[in-house]
């Protein structure tokens, strides 16, 4: 853990505010390069990243909120705190889409072409971010073997738990190698995006089973995702987890009905006849 990258006297850099600033800039760069296979210019992509940034910083602020409700309705002065430690990946996901999808209605470019772009560059800058996390000592795994050869340390416990944030960059970089090689025979808009719903959505589900948490959460008793109930009854597998299995199970209807269609991805990209929102 090393939350701090930088501090003199009272200023202080952190060190996953500089992870996440490095992940967007490498994600916009991978976008800004192949924009052009899809007939956008790289202006418009950097338009709409930054529209996009802002609002996935807010809905991951927002959907972590909402998601430890119990605990921030009795500490509503925390609500508006800007510590990295409260946010959580999917709001950051379905609010820069969101933010995608109403840039595209006034822009009058198709939601999907977009889609495509902005697929690989989130799972690099995913992967990326997921380092900060490691550095901020959040998100981290449960306790592993004493003997675990990449075991970490974290504040205020001295038992070794997995680097599970690691495990989720390296599943994200590898999900970002596949739909790479896909593009590189791309047979229908939004292909790309539908690959990136089912393997993100994998990735998240098989992060779940390692992640415990931040210190602050596992410190007052929460799990960093409650468990799922019904009937009653407690299953086992988290909430993060039914929100992945939804994503792996709209990725691949959507790859069904966008298989059929079949639009060339140049019509997609310049036709705003066929604009898809």
């Known amino acids: 853990m090393h939350p701090t990258l930088i501090k003199i006297g009272s200023f202080e850099v952190p060190s996953f505010g500089v ?6 800039l490498a994600g916009l760069f991978l976008a800004v390069k192949r924009a052009p296979k899809y007939n956008i210019t790289p202006a418009q992509v950097q338009d709409v990243a930054f529209y996009a ?4 910083i807010l809905g991951a602020r927002v959907v972590f909120i909402a998601q430890e409700w119990g605990y921030y309705s009795a500490h509503l002065n925390e609500v508006f705190s800007l510590r990295f430690a409260g946010l959580t990946s999917f709001g950051g996901l379905f609010f820069g889409m969101a933010a995608i999808a109403i840039w595209c209605r006034k822009a009058k470019v198709p939601f999907l072409v977009l889609c495509d772009i902005f697929a690989p560059a989130f799972l690099l800058a995913h992967a990326i971010g997921r380092v900060g996390c490691l550095l901020n000592g959040c998100c981290f795994g449960g306790v592993c073997p004493v003997n675990y050869p990449v075991g970490i340390h974290i504040a205020g416990d001295e038992r070794l738990h997995h680097p599970a944030q ?4 390296l599943m994200n970089l590898v999900a970002l190698g596949l739909v790479l090689q896909v593009e590189k025979v791309r047979a229908f808009g939004g292909q790309i995006f539908a ?3 089912m393997l993100h959505g994998l990735a998240r589900f ?6 415990a948490g931040t210190a602050e959460q596992v410190a007052r008793g929460a799990a960093s995702s409650t468990y799922m109930v019904l009937g009653g009854h407690q299953l086992p597998i988290t909430d993060a987890q039914v ?3 939804v994503m792996i199970l709209a990725g691949g209807i959507m790859y069904g009905l966008f298989a059929r269609r ?6 997609l990209a310049t036709d ?3 604009e898809v929102v």
Not at 166 to 169: A, E, G, K, N
């Open 19 to 24: 992870m996440i600033v490095l992940g967007f």
């Open 53 to 56: 940034l802002i609002s996935g």
């Open 166 to 169: 690691i495990y989720d960059s």
């Open 195 to 197: 690959l990136f719903m």
């Open 206 to 211: 098989i992060y779940e089973f390692w992640r």
């Open 243 to 245: 929100m992945a299995l």
């Open 262 to 267: 079949k639009q060339p991805e140049a019509r």
């Open 272 to 274: 705003p006849k066929l």
